[in-house]
């Protein structure tokens, strides 16, 4: 049984026709009876919730003005600080950290009166594209619980596919909303670089980290995006550019739309199913009144080498910080200052987190740092020169989000570079900085879902709303629900 | 260019890294990392003569704040997390030894 969107959830509370209260309980029963299956959340703030949800029942009754969120239940991802409960990032190392501020996400959710009921699960520190990598558990795909959600958002995108939550909250360094998106059927937007402040964000990839929407719909997501969008100045990064009405955006007709297709995203290794779903998505659009014609992006295959030399070398001076000193696990172990350092973070980050950190620092070490950092930092350059070209021809450009559908638990595990691979469609447009989303376009014979691709130069989210709006206008795939 | 990291190169960058690592460690390492470079490698089929690299998506620039005071943290909300703390400081083990050297 689907649940309400949260357009409708709002509505209502904010009509008196429901109240919060009983809305959040709902969520955290069907939280309950899907979390010991599928480990979509780390922790399950019920206290913090129904707390919350009766304060917005007592200023309804007040009479006091409620926000576009009014009741709604939300996951958010377990990077994103709350002054609730822990923020673990999946780490060992975080396993009993409780921040003392809330992301701006977070304050930005309360103000319109969501209410968070869970932290959700992730790779540890958002690195990996399986939700494999946390500390606690993996999560595992709704549609088929022996195949995985996607990463690193994994826990956000399967809460919202399997209906226990309608929206959620990921992050995406390199894909880590769209590609989880595309394996768990549901609609992820990877904001453009600076469009969403990341003040509580535990960093990764600082030139490439955003925090995302994750939903049903298109209007679903352009609701949350327009709640947590805009210039904050405890972020430098974030953009002062006036936040559009994306709700607005959204009925745009698409006559006129100039949609891009490029070779490069349609080359081997793309499973023949989701080719033919994604090309049968664009013409859906061409039906809509989009021209469609091609574009090169010659430089575009580059993007995974370019990015675990880029990635990792920010990872590396981000996660210095874990030092056992302020917060975070420290070894008892030890002798002097030294060998805590290094045998706190030696127990404390596991395997993916530890090969990255090493990679990275090794781009940046003497001797290797112009060979490899420079060298991907000048590739950088030319990726992004790439799309600028392309967008001075077409408004978007579409392509597959992953090469196959959600593969099976554990088949990536051994093989870092195959797992890396999974992320060959989603990593150029964190590189250039560009807005993209998943939208749900199929499934293929086993019923797993297929993610359409959508990709617009920064800004541009209202183009790509109207687009995804204007698809699922005419298909039901995002009406389809694991449970039947 | 394939360059092949072994076990000593691994272990250096470990130690620049400040990450203990166990002899499995290093090996797994030395072989999945060699991996990964052979397969960054291709970044030198690219000419980037004359390129700029690039750092941040966007152009970036200092922002500044007025030289104003406001309200930090108290110091038990610094402390909050803190594996060990003593008379309101983080307390790690000794750094100097007796001689003070």
Known sequence: ?484 | MALIIDESTVRHVAQLARLAITDAEAALYAKQLSDILGYVAQLNEVSTDGVPPLDHPQAVANVLRDDEPRTGWTTEQALHNAPRSSRDCFQVPKVLDKEGA
């Open chain 1, 1 to 484: 049984m689907p649940t309400p969107s949260a357009l409708e959830i709002a509505a209502n509370v904010r009509a008196g026709k429901t109240s919060a209260e009983e809305t959040v309980r709902a969520a955290l029963e069907r939280i309950d009876a899907l979390n010991p299956k599928l480990f979509m959340l780390l922790s399950v703030a019920r206290d913090h919730a129904i707390d919350q949800a009766r304060a917005i029942d007592r200023r309804r009754a007040a009479g006091e003005p409620l926000g576009v969120l009014a009741g709604v239940p939300i996951a958010v991802k377990d990077n994103l600080c709350t002054r609730f409960g822990t923020t673990t990032c999946g780490s060992r190392i975080l396993e009993n950290f409780e921040s003392r501020f809330d992301a701006h996400v977070v304050e930005r959710l309360h103000a319109a009166d969501a209410v968070i009921v869970g932290k959700a699960n992730l790779d540890e520190f958002a690195m990996g594209s399986s939700t494999e990598n946390s500390a606690f558990g993996v999560t595992r795909n709704p549609w088929d619980p022996t195949r995985v959600a996607g990463g690193s958002s994994g826990g956000s995108c399967a809460a919202v596919a399997c209906g226990a939550v309608p929206l959620a909250l990921g992050s995406d360094t390199g894909g880590s909303i769209r590609l989880p998106a595309s394996f768990c059927g549901v609609f992820g937007l990877k904001p453009s670089y600076g469009r969403v402040s990341r003040r509580g964000l535990v960093a990764f990839g600082s030139s490439l980290d955003q925090i995302g929407p994750i939903a049903r719909t298109a209007p679903e997501a352009a609701l949350l995006l327009q709640v947590i969008a805009g210039h904050d100045p405890r972020d430098s990064t974030s953009v002062a550019d006036a936040v559009p009405d994306y709700a607005q955006a959204l009925d745009r007709p698409l006559t006129g739309l100039r949609i891009g297709i490029a070779e490069e995203y349609f080359g081997d290794g793309l499973n023949l199913e989701v080719r033919s779903a994604v090309q049968a998505a664009i013409q859906t659009l061409a039906k809509s009144g989009a021209t469609v014609s091609t574009v090169h992006l010659p430089h575009m295959k580059y993007g995974i080498a370019c990015y675990y030399l880029v990635a990792t070398a920010e990872a590396s001076s981000n996660l210095a910080r874990f030092d056992g000193v302020r917060y975070g696990h420290r070894s008892e172990k030890v002798s002097d200052i030294h060998e805590m350092y290094a045998r706190s973070r030696g127990e404390g980050f596991g395997a993916e987190v530890k090969r990255r950190i090493m990679l990275g620092t090794f781009a940046l070490s003497s001797g290797y740092h112009d060979a490899y950092y420079l060298k991907a930092q000048e590739v950088r350059t030319l990726i992004q020169r790439d799309f600028a070209a392309a967008f001075e021809q077409v408004d978007l450009i579409a392509s597959p989000v992953a090469p196959t559908t959600a593969f099976p638990l554990g088949e990536k595990s051994a093989d870092p570079l195959a797992m890396y691979l999974s992320d060959i469609y989603t990593i150029a447009a964190n590189l250039a900085g560009l807005c993209a989303m998943s939208v749900p376009c199929g499934f293929d014979r086993g019923g797993l879902p297929i993610g359409l691709q959508l990709m617009a130069p920064a800004l541009d989210e209202p183009k790509l709303l109207a687009a995804a709006h204007a698809y699922q206008c005419q298909t039901d795939w995002h009406h389809r629900n694991p449970t039947g």
